[in-house]
């Protein structure tokens, strides 16, 4: 039977999603914790692998298993065994042709960003810090010279193992709530900090660096080294994936924390 499940988690005690030796992931505690349940051991696919500190609202991964529990119990069970920084939100069978990852049709990303003189306190990790007057204004102008399909190479990381720098920036939205400003981003899919590096280019262009039409021009270089900085993970949240209406996963489009 397939399962597919739904996650939540606050990354910033993790090394990243994906399992290494020597250092904790999410990946190896969703695993052990689900093993457990199942009585087996249980091995995931995981619908997009977050950096070390990136947070997730609804990550979505699928398993196979020859344990029968019910919904409930899968998500029960997990979360008995899952520390507090981890939470299993859904679980429920799928069809067998449904893959966390290429089944997905898009991807929604938050980046918060506390725009003041002075650091975070309670919200350390939780959003990236900027000390510089950020103006939303041209950062909007700049984004819609990114929006559509294109060869993403200036915003990818330069370990990226994509096979195609192609991608469809479907939205960029750049706007600010008082102390703070937020980007939200979707796509079909996105390259290797990707998101880091579109908020990064547009920080620059909001603290006044660079003009707007800087970020078109460092679309068309295709090069990395043309777009500045990766801006920090903290602050970044992957918020929601997009699946065909076919396989009846349950839309948790979620609110940042209270944003």
Request: aromatic share 8%; with cysteine.
């Amino acid at each position: 039977m397939r399962i597919a499940a739904i996650l939540e988690y606050d990354g910033s005690h993790f090394s990243g999603w994906q399992r290494q030796d020597h250092a904790r992931s999410v990946q190896a505690i969703v695993e052990e914790a689900l093993s457990r349940v199942a009585d087996e051991p249980i091995q995931v696919t995981v619908a997009g692998r977050t950096d070390a500190g990136v947070h997730a609202l609804a990550q979505v991964i699928h398993f196979d298993t020859s344990a029968t529990r019910s919904d409930y119990s899968w998500v029960r069970g997990a979360n008995s065994h899952l520390p507090p920084d981890v939470a299993l939100l859904w679980a429920g069978p799928v069809d067998d042709g449904f893959h966390a990852r290429y089944s997905a049709t898009g991807r929604h990303y938050h980046y918060v960003i506390l725009n003041r003189l002075i650091r975070p306190t309670y919200l350390a990790r939780r959003v990236t810090h900027e000390y510089r007057l950020l103006d939303v204004a041209p950062m909007q102008v700049a984004a819609k010279y990114l929006l559509g399909e294109h060869d993403f190479t200036s915003f990818r990381a330069t370990e990226c193992q994509a096979k195609s720098p192609m991608r469809e920036l479907r939205a960029l939205e750049v706007v600010r709530q008082d102390e703070f400003v937020h980007i939200r981003a979707h796509a079909n899919a996105f390259l290797q900090h990707m998101v880091r590096n579109l908020a990064g280019v547009l920080m620059t262009i909001g603290a006044g660096e660079h003009e707007p039409d800087w970020a078109k021009a460092v679309l068309e270089a295709r090069d990395r080294k043309a777009g500045g900085v990766t801006a920090a993970a903290d602050g970044l949240y992957l918020r929601e994936i997009e699946y065909p209406e076919t396989f009846k996963l349950p839309r948790l489009s979620r609110a940042v924390g209270l944003w």
